[in-house]
C-alpha cells in the first residue's frame, strides 16, 4: 500500500508522506468502526501549500491563506486546525461560513479575516484570547450589536474592520459594564430580592433565576436602539454572573446556547462616546433645558423680496412653479423656479455602505458632566451653543424640551454647510416581535433623514447618527420604511426594516439598514421624485410621485439571501400638476389615493382588479380661496389624516391650515372620471401670513394632533383632541373661528463660530406615534429634536 502511495506521489514532495500515512490509518480505522466519512476540502496537504511560506509542519505555519475556496463552517475541522498550534494570521475571506467552530484550538492566532462570508454570529470569536485585529465587512447579517460583543469578548482587540477601537473598546469593557451592572444589580434589589425566602429550595432558586432574567432583560435599558441587542446580550451575562456569586447557581457560559430575544426589538441603551474624525456633525447643546413661551414672537414677516435677494436663502430643489415642472438648483426658495435634472455625466456614484460606523453622538444632557478634555474634543467637532429664546411675557414653555441640533447631512461634511435643505423624515417602523415585544418601548426613536446628497438615521434620546448612506450625485427628497420578510439562511425567514430614499435623478434606492447595505435601486421616473411611500397592508407597494406629473405603483419585490429581487410597474396615475404629497386614505388604502399637487388636490382610484393601467384623476376638490370664493387652481403642498376621516391640508389659502372630510366630500358611489368635488370644511386651523410655499405639515393620528413649521423656525402644534368627537358625526358643522394653536416652539438663537444662524425655514416637522420626540427639518442644514416632557 505503502509503495502504492509512493508511485502515486511521483514528483510531490516526500515530506508529506508522512503525514499522508497518518490520516489514512485514520480513515482506516474509521471505517473499520463504521464511521461515515465526510470527505472535506481541507487537508494536512492544502495547509501546507496554502501557509505564507510554504512549510513541511502544521505546527510551523504562522500565516495561512484559506481564501477563495467557498469553504463552509463544516469544512472547518478542529481536530486538523488543533495542530495548528504557532499559526499568528489566517485569512478566511470569501468564503460561504455562517459561524465558527467552538474548538478550532487557535491559541496563538492574533489576526483575522472574515471579510465577505456569510457570518451571522460572532460570539464564537471569544476562543481567540490574543486576537488584535479583525475584519468581517460584508458579512451582511453581522451589525453594531456583533462589533460591540467583539470589542467586549477580545481583550486584545485593537483593530476591528481597520479602525483603531482601543478607546471604545475600553469604554464598552469598563463604563458600559459597570452601568449596566449597577442596573441589573438595582433592579434585582427592588424587585426580587424579597422574593426569595432565608431557606430556599432548588425549585425556588430555579423559578425566581427564569423570571429574573427574563423580566431584566426586558427592563434593563441604557443607550440607543440599534445596541439593544447588544445590551440584552450584556445584561443576561452580567445578570446570570451576579446570580452564580450571589445565591450560587450554576453560571451558563455558553453564548451561542443562550435564548435570543429578538434582535429588532426597539430598546434602549446608552452608547459610549465615540471618535468619527470623518463626521462633520454640528451638534447644538442647549444651555437651558426649558423652553420658550407658545406665542408668537416679535420679529418681522419676512418678505418675498427678501427671500429673493437674501443670501441665506437656500435653494427649492425639488419645487416648481405652475408653468414649470422641473426643479431648479440655481434659483432661490422664494422664486419657486424649477431645478435643473442632473445631467448624464452626474450617473456615477461615490456611495459609502457602511456610513459612518462610530459616528459621534453627544448628547446634551450628558454636556454639563463632560471632563475638560472630552469638552475641548467636542468643540473639536463642532459643537455650536444653542441658548432657548424667551416669549414677550418673560415665560418658558416647559412641554417640551430641545434635546439635540444636528448638522450631519453636510455635502462634503463640511462645518460650514448652512445651505443643505433638509426635506423629508420618518421613524422607523418597530418589528412585530410576538410574545417577547418589549412592554416598555412602544415606539421607535430612531428616524430616517434626508437631504442633500445623504440620508441619517438618528437615535433622537442620544442625538448618535447611528448610519449614514451617501450618494455623491443624487440629492434625496424624499424618504419611507418597509418590514419585508426576508430569507437570511436555511430558507429561514426574518422581518427586516428597509428605507427607501429617492430624489432629484429619479431613482429610488433600496436599502437592507441593519446590513448598512444599498442592495438595488429602480429607475423610477425620467425627472426628480418629490416623495414616496409604502402601502399600509402591503409591503412591497411603492408609491412614487414624480415631477413628470406621474405617480407609479411599483412592487419591489422581497430579495433572497443573495439580495437579488424583480421589482415591476403596476399602475401609473396620469396627473396634469406636478404631485408634492400623497396619503392613501385609511379606510380602504387599496382603492384611493389623495394627492396634493401644484395646481390642487386630487384622488384616484387605484384598485389593482382594473384592467387600465394608466389612470387619469377621479376626482378635483375645490377649496375656498381669499375671497371664499370655491377654486380648484391652487398649491396644495401639506397632505395629511389626523384620523380615518379627517384630512389636513394647506395651502390654498395664506394664514390658515383646512380640516376637512374624506367620507362627506367623496361620494364613492360617483361615477365617471375628472369629476369637480367641493371639501366639506370641518375647521380652519390659524397659521403663518406667510406666502412661501413647501413647509409642509403631518400629524400623529394616535394623539389626534397636527404639526406645522413655518418661516421664522417655530413649530405650530394644534391638540385637536376635543373636536374630533364633534366632526365625526354626520351633521357636524364648520366651526366659525379659526382654531388656535395650542403651542408654539419658537426656534432657540443659535450660534456657528460667533455667529448667529437667522432665517430658519422649517422645511418638515414629524412626532413618533407615541408623541414623544419631535424632528424638524431646516432649510438651513440642521435637524432639530424636542422631547416632550
Known sequence: MWEFLDQSLGAQERYTRGRLQEEILQLCSDCSRGVKIKMSKITTELLLERAVPRSTRLRKIETLNLSKLQLKTGDLDPRLFSRLRHLQKLDLSDNLLDKFPNSLTLPDLRVLNCNNNQLEDVTALKQFPLLEELTYENNVYLTLNDDYKVMFLLQNLRLLNGKDITKLANHVRRVNSRKLTSKVTAHWEKFFRDQLPEKYTAEQVKSIKKKFLKSVQTNVVYGPSSLSEFTRWRVKMIAEEFLSYSLGLELNTDTETEEKMDENEEESAESPKEDAEDVAKVVVTPRKRKRNHSKSGSRNKRSKSQANTEKKAVLNPKKSSPVQDDPSPDKARASNQPAKEATPDQEAEGTQKNGEQFPKGQSSRRSSQLTGEQKSQEQDNGVVNLTPVKNSKGKEDVSAEPLHFLQCHSKGNSREDFKTQLWSCVFEPLLDCGARKDPIVSSSRTVATCGGESVCLIDCETGMVLKKYKVATEEFFSVAWTTLPMVISDSRKKSHNILAAAGRRGIVKLIHVAADFCYGEIKAHKKPIATV????????????????????????????????????????????????????????????????????????????????????????????????????????????????????????????????????????????CQRTVSAVILAELEWSTTDLSYLTLSTCPAKEHVFCGDEKGSVWIYNLSNYTTAWSSA???????????????????????????????????????????????????????????
Not at 463660530?753 to 431646516?778: C, K, M, Q, R, W
Request: with cysteine; charged share 25%.
Open 533 to 672: 411611500c409604502f402601502s399600509p397592508t402591503r409591503e412591497t407597494h411603492l408609491f412614487t410621485a414624480s415631477y413628470d406629473k406621474r405617480i407609479a405603483l411599483w412592487d419591489i419585490g422581497i430579495p433572497d439571501c443573495d439580495y437579488n429581487f424583480k421589482a415591476s410597474q403596476l399602475l401609473v396615475l396620469e396627473s396634469f400638476s406636478i404631485p408634492l404629497r400623497i396619503a392613501l386614505v385609511p379606510t380602504c388604502p387599496e382603492q384611493y389615493l389623495l394627492a396634493g399637487c401644484e395646481e390642487g388636490c386630487f384622488t384616484w382610484n387605484i384598485k389593482l382588479e382594473k384592467e387600465q393601467k394608466s389612470r387619469p384623476f377621479e376626482v378635483i376638490f375645490q377649496f375656498p380661496d381669499e375671497e371664499g370664493e370655491m377654486t380648484t387652481s391652487h398649491r396644495v403642498d401639506g397632505l395629511a389624516f389626523l384620523n380615518d376621516d379627517v384630512v389636513a391640508s394647506k395651502s390654498s389659502k395664506p394664514g390658515c391650515i383646512y380640516l376637512w372630510s374624506w367620507s362627506r366630500s367623496f361620494d364613492t358611489k360617483g361615477k365617471g
Open 731 to 789: 351633521k357636524a358643522k364648520r366651526s366659525d373661528k379659526r382654531i388656535p394653536p395650542t403651542q408654539i416652539l419658537k426656534w432657540p438663537e443659535l450660534q456657528s463660530n460667533g455667529d448667529h444662524l437667522s432665517e430658519i425655514l422649517i422645511n418638515n416637522v414629524i412626532t413618533d406615534p407615541t408623541f414623544t420626540y419631535l424632528v424638524a427639518l431646516t432649510s438651513v442644514n440642521i435637524t432639530a429634536i424636542w422631547k416632550k416632557s
